[in-house]
């Protein structure tokens, strides 16, 4: 039986599925700052929940980068149209993983994706937080959906993995202005926003990147944090932000006598 959620993406992934050229700049700034993290392993591994229409991926950009790439998403159709207009085959480098939900993954289905050298979420968060909220969650259960799925970012990283979330902050419905503000206004934008409380609850760049640093438990040890940008999609438009983090080299033990 197809699931609520399931039935909910597939409809908002219909919707945007022909908006290719809408993303454009969206999809250059992600697939460069994807490119960026590339550790230069040969067999290096990029994995990308949320990749639905892959609107935002170069894949073949990625794929030269890579030597393997696997996209995640709960909407097998999307994925399978995604790669169709692309036009790529869905072969040995490159697997979908449709049908995964992310707040529920099923083990078998994690342990085929464990240790990316890169491994990255694009804007799916707000959409797990939305659906969330719409089942009536409140402030710190939203919390929870937020750390749960940094917290399943962090357990796909190889060791020095880089992880990348890849999400919007707010959106011009309550933040009028950020449609005429240009490249260099976005960053103060962003702080303003944030110091305002007008974003969507889980969504702050700058209190996720504070829960990584203080959660000793996920192991990672750098941070950096690139230059908002703005997405414009039809009459909307979002600030979208960009966290890196890297797991640390090997698990380091604390010697008791020492
Ligand atoms: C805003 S879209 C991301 C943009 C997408 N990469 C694109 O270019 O079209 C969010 C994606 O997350 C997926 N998604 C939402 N909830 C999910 C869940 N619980 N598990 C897995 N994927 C989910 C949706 O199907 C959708 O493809």
Redesign the pocket.
Known sequence: MISA?LRH??E??LG?AGRWDD?AGH?RRVTDLILGHRTGRPSSRLV??????????ELARLLAGFADVDL????TE?LAG?VRRQRLPDGARLRLHGG????DPAPDRLERLSRGDVVVS???L???LD?ALQAGATGPELLTVRDDHLRLITGLLAPRGVGMLVTDVVSSDTCPQLRTTGTGGLGPLLAEVVNGGNFFTGANPFAIERWLSTSPDLRLDRFGMAPPWRWDIGDRSYLVSALAFRKQAEWRTINAAG
């Open positions: 959620t993406q597939r908002l992934n945007s993303f999809r990308v929940l949320g990749a639905g229409n892959c609107n935002d991926l995640v998403d709960i909407d999307a995604a995964v939900d992310l707040t694009t804007t799916v707000t959409q797990l659906v």
